[in-house]
């Protein structure tokens, strides 16, 4: 049983930054960052694997950065140059299958955070 924790969302103007954390309890094969706006699909953003490759939505890619610190158990996404478009509830989420990739999609991640709140203004 892994327990996720998000933290670090708010309300940015457009052009600004956040940092979203997740604490766990459990290390995992792979740790991501979904988001769903509202009368959306929820949606990959980013995700690294244990083994420290990372992948990106094309809509994020240059702007999102995804880390994680296995001392402190926290995987961070460093959220720049943010777009009304990124206003979304974030959720951090964990597989823990053992795979020797990050697949990415929601179905393939048995554990999942409350999520955080990311509102970005014209």
């Known amino acids: ?10 309300s940015v103007q457009a052009g600004g930054s956040l940092r979203l954390s997740c604490a766990y309890t459990s290390s995992s094969s792979c740790m991501g960052w979904f988001r769903q706006a509202p009368g959306k699909e929820r949606e990959g953003v980013a ?12 809509s994020v890619k240059g702007r999102f950065t995804i ?3 296995n001392a402190k158990n926290t995987v961070y996404l460093q959220m720049n140059n943010l777009k009304p478009e990124d206003t979304a509830m974030y959720y951090c989420a964990a597989d823990q299958s053992g795979y020797w990739r990050c ?5 393939d991640f048995q554990y999942w955070g409350q999520g955080t709140q990311v509102t970005v203004s014209s």
């Open 47 to 58: 995700f690294i694997h244990s083994y420290g490759s990372t992948t990106y939505a094309d």
């Open 103 to 107: 697949r990415g999609t929601k179905a």
């Open 1 to 10: 049983q892994v327990q996720l924790v998000e933290s670090g969302g708010g």
């Open 67 to 69: 880390s994680k610190d």
